[in-house]
């Protein structure tokens, strides 16, 4: 029973992040393709942008509404968005730097193209990253499984 509870508790929780990383995918979406469309701006400054902002806002939504966290420690709440930072660094920054050079410099792909193979690419990672890493101690299944055992 506690299989079942746990597979659908994990599938609840990755909707709920698409969810967020929908909406901040498409706050994303929207500051790389003004900026670079209306305003001429270079992909990685608005990347790095986007980044910043939308990082904070799933901080915000997931520590709420799909992880649970339980913890109301100062501290502790920095550490985790510490965490964040750090894992969407990864896909955010450093990953999608690299995808877009590759689709928009060798394979030719236009800008909003690779912003939304970008945004597809990145959002199962960073549910990983943030499910197993930076909420692995403070959501509120990890106090149910430590409950449990």
Do not use: C
């Not at 498409?26 to 942008?49: D, H, P, R, S, V």
């Amino acid at each position: 029973m506690k299989i079942l509870f746990r597979n659908k508790n994990l599938i609840s929780q990755f909707l709920k992040f698409g969810i967020v990383g929908l909406i901040n995918s498409i706050i994303a979406y929207g500051i790389n393709t003004i900026g670079y469309y209306k305003y001429g701006l270079g992909t990685q400054i608005l990347n790095l942008l986007a980044f910043i902002i939308t990082v904070f806002i799933s901080y915000m939504l997931n520590s709420r509404f799909v992880f649970k966290s339980k913890t109301s420690n100062v501290k502790e709440n920095l550490k985790m968005l510490g965490k964040a930072y750090a894992s969407y660094s990864f896909t955010g920054l450093f990953l999608t730097a690299i995808l877009f050079y590759i689709e928009e410099n060798i394979f030719g792909v236009p800008h909003y193209m690779s912003a939304f193979i970008n945004i597809v690419i990145g959002i199962p990672i960073n549910f990983l990253l943030n499910k197993f890493w930076t909420y692995a101690k403070h959501s509120a299944e990890s106090v149910i499984n430590s409950d449990l055992s």
